[in-house]
């Protein structure tokens, strides 16, 4: 497929290109929307014209589809009250171990090392027939457990419950399991499942955990939670290489304040360890967790996990966990669980965020209610080391998302850990087409900020960030910079285009260390100049903008609406689950630098969500 500007459209060749690329990705991503399962299933090779803007996507992807794992083999059937570990070590590559459906397995499980290939995987599922679970590429939800809803979650559809799963257990014992992957375990793909640990004050850590880094496995229209009150860190501990989780179903991982053993859950966690790790695919999950929703890194490593696709899932935290809201229900003595952020990475490489929905995140805690993060971080370890001088955070593409019910929105930063250690690099961030509403410092306890963008002094300077055509209402700041300019130089190549903001009270504010911070005069066109070199903040239809900051005190060719009601969208609603098309009165339509509306283009991010929820 080619492209080519129509010849009546006078522009550079810059321009010309960023056309190209926004048309060739708007086609991609229905393409994607369109044909979601058999898009994610194909593998590729590294391209030289693998960029979305300046990152470079995942190079590989996991195939995941139960055509791309054949079991032809014999078939162990396990009845309740039989051993499971016997059938593991009796099975052999190209073999079905059945557990018998609505039967529980209570033990910690360890699936070992066989000498598997692409075409002899060991399957691990339930007895129900096929018939009985959703089709393959949609999620399980726990109406597959007998289960019709779960407090302060969204509804699923469940017509009649009933029980067609196996569940494997961990009993009342503290540490990790019910499912243990050893050493070079490889070639196994598990399906029909709820796995999850008995109730008990004792904590559970990982759900899912790899003695070591183990290869080819998929985890497919699961049930993983923990329980309601008690901590249960982490349901998937990634280690290892082509891993994919689909169509699964992720609940009550939290770690509780004050009295609590841990501080961080997540759903899936991932980039610790010093093997090779990824290429991982996270698609079309419901992920439920109180700490990050998803997080790389946050350890020890030595590698950096690559080539990552986190598409069409649900990112959720019920408003239930947010102390004096209705319904309030947190750990048994009271206390809240820890929440963080949505989305983490620390150390990862070549990630694709895309078609998601993320949802509630507050503050209050150690976070302000920022929904993504990416903080590259050299983690500090005892006797002043620290354990991950290889940590990076690279080649992030973030797009056709839909954020919402937050206290902040990005956190983008290059920081030294809290003993100066210094991370590898964390550079070359796409962020486009994405919305996001009812972002609210006073009702999530945030910081009410769009975007804090900072380095510290000594870190990895922060080049090759595009933000574009994003629609987002942030109740307080538009940008929040930080940077000692003057140990370190300017930031390169900072691209700022063709978004729809509430600039809010303080447009772009200094994160504060005094004259030393380019941004400490809180001005935007001296900040951008002291700050960056080689930038383009151009296109963007600021809201709301003060008479303290007039115009001149912006760079050129931007737009300044007094209200919301000017920009004329389809249904402002408050910047709270709004229609953000655009009318065709709209003065911003056509008046991006690309010649496309200002703003996300929602019809794209509709298509790419579609069926998340």
Known sequence: ???????????????????????????????????????AEQSSAPNSNNFDGPAE??????????????????????????NFQQALASASCGDVIQLEAGATFNGNFTLPQKSCDDSHWIIIRTSAPDSSLPPEGTRLTPCYAGISSLPGRPAFPCATAQNVLAKIELDGTAGSGPINFAAGANHYRLMGLEVTRGASANPVYNLVVFKAPADHLIFDRLWLHGSAQDETT??????GTNIAVVDSFFTDFHCISKSGSCTDAQAIGGGG????????????????ASGENIMFGGGAATTTPADIEIRHNHFFKPLTWMK??????????????MVKNLLELKNAQRVLVEGNILEYCWGGFSQSGFAILLTPKNQAGGNGTNVCPACQVTDVTIRYNLIRHVGAGFQIANALSDNGGVQTDGERYSIHDVVIDDMDGKKYSGAGMFLQFSVTAGAPLLHNVTIDHVTAFPSSMMINMGHMAAARGPINNFVFTNNILSVGTYPVWSTGGGNGNCAFFDKPLTTFNACFSGYTFAGNALIGNAPAFPPNVWPPKNFFPSTAKDIHFVNYNGGNGGDYHLQPSSPYKHKGTDGKDVGADVDAINAAIAGVE
């Open 1 to 39: 497929m080619f492209c080519s500007l129509p010849s009546s459209r006078k522009v550079d060749a810059a321009i010309a290109k960023r056309w190209c690329t926004a048309v060739l990705l708007a086609v991609g991503s229905l393409i994607l929307a369109g044909g979601f399962a058999a898009s």
């Open 234 to 239: 982490r349901g998937i501990a990634l280690a």
């Open 324 to 337: 004096g809201e209705a319904g309030y229900a947190g750990a048994a003595n009271g206390n809240p669980f």
């Open 273 to 288: 360890g010093n093997l090779p790790m990824g290429t991982y695919k996270i698609a079309n999950n419901f992920l439920e």
């Open 57 to 82: 996507l995942p190079r590989q992807h996991v195939k995941s589809s139960l055509s791309d794992t054949p079991a032809g083999g014999k078939t162990w059937m396990v009845h309740a009250g039989e």
